[in-house]
């Protein structure tokens, strides 16, 4: 038997093991270091919100200044509002682009629509405020919790609509086939057929454009601007969680720094929740194919 | 058109088998000329693919409530054939056609025809099974009435149990309708398949290699199926399967590189074909 000239010899062993060893040290401190963060913000949360948080927080409005105790039941609704009129603008425009892109236009149209969804996917959040705030707060002399429901929204646009694409294009061909086949027509297959089988993926590609919006502070500063009461009327302010947050915090009052804490804690909590029905969805989707 | 004596043009089918070797021109212009309806009357049809022609100048006249079994080599055109007879090759982007394809005497390619009407007429049963995932049996074989607009319950009752009779799939699903379509075995979602093109009542169904995905019992349903479908429906069927052709077609189609070499009946083309090329891919010598 020849012995290969390229045994290593036992120092060279060692030091290869070292190496091996260093790397994977490298690499499980960065892996750490990912998710370090999450759970140093979710550390802080609970403990400085957690003991702010009461009955009261989610059923009372905010006290005046001076006084203690209140709640932030009229910004939990007020973002859930915005986040419901967000969703019904820019979910129908989200989704029928995608469907455009995936099942219409041309390869050099849909190339342009792609590259300025992503664009306007990198707009800088406090751009939209200011472009909103110009559009809909100045001519009609107000801010409304419509032009912060309109600022979300587009916001979800292009999230949505790449999302959709992307699911709509992994329904397989043979099923546009099949029902083509049948002397369906073609929207009727598109709508019926490919959507509703591809319906799982559009509504998590929905949910995670709320999670990624729902704690939008900056394209609300100008549009709803906020609201220490309830909102009676959607042409008028409203409160949101993020604004809330925002005025508690840069607040002189330590009772506001709670309120504050808790706030933060309870947006967390709704953007994990969103997360998590994201994740519930994708597992549920990958059983069934 | 249906009169002529057969024997004399069957004599000149079979002829070319002795006398002349090499490749013989389309077969069609001796085809004797059966008695009975045309379905598929096709002249000189060519189709491209962008710049590559992928069928050439093809006239065959397919018999109506027969069964026509299209073979050939892999890449010979069959499939593309076949997808021209209802226009499916229309999704995909670049095709081109040149020469006349009638369906019992409409012009498939005329002009205000449009395909989705001919799809109506001309239904189609896929290579892989595809039942929609999100639908339940009974869903699947109804959606093409109920997406043009069939409401009737009573209608959409009577077609449901009518078109799972016809593919031979009711007395396995009869009790369990509801069920998603893909909780199915393959040959069973074929056949379901099979179902939900009958629901919409076509002339002609049209076959892709429906059962290239099955195995041999599964296969021997499908094709015993076929044989009952031709009772009421013209059947043209692309098959990889020599001797699937030979079982369940009363004519066969024998295309190669895009041209139609042979087309005779079935039994002919099998013992005694008229062109040496049809002779050597049916022995098994190529393809």
Redesign the interface.
Known sequence: MAVSPYLPTPGFARLRKAKSTAVTAVLVICALAVIAPLFLVIYFLLVQGWSSLDWNFFTQLPKPTGETGGGMANAIVGTLTLLGMATIMGVPLGVFGGIYLAEYGSDRANDWLRFAADVLNGVPSIVWGMVIYLVLVVPFKTFSAYAGGVALGLMMVPLVMRTTEEVLILVPQSYREAALALGVARWKVIMVIVVRTALKGIATGVIVALARIAGETAPLLFTALGNNFWNHNLKEPIAALPLQIFAYAISPYDDWHRQAWAGALVLMALILALNITVRVLSRDRSNTH | MSTLPEAPAAHAASEPAKGSPGPAPAATASLPVAAGEIAFDIKNFSMWYGPRQALMDVTIRIPAKKVTAIIGPSGCGKSTFLRAL?R?HE?TPGTRIEGSLRHFGEDLYGPGVE???????V??V?Q?S?P???MSIAENVL??LR??GVRDKEILQRRLEESLHMAALWDEVKDHLSRPGTSLSGGQQQRL?IA??LA?Q?ETLLMDEPCSALDPIATAKIEELIQTLRESYTVVIVTHNMQQAARCSDRTAFFYMGRLIEFDDTRRMFTNPGNPQTEAYVSGRFG
């Open positions: 209802n499916m999704l395909a989705v009407a001919i799809r109506r007429r239904g189609m896929f892989k595809n929609f995932p999100t959606v093409g997406l043009n398949c939900r093109s919409v076509p």
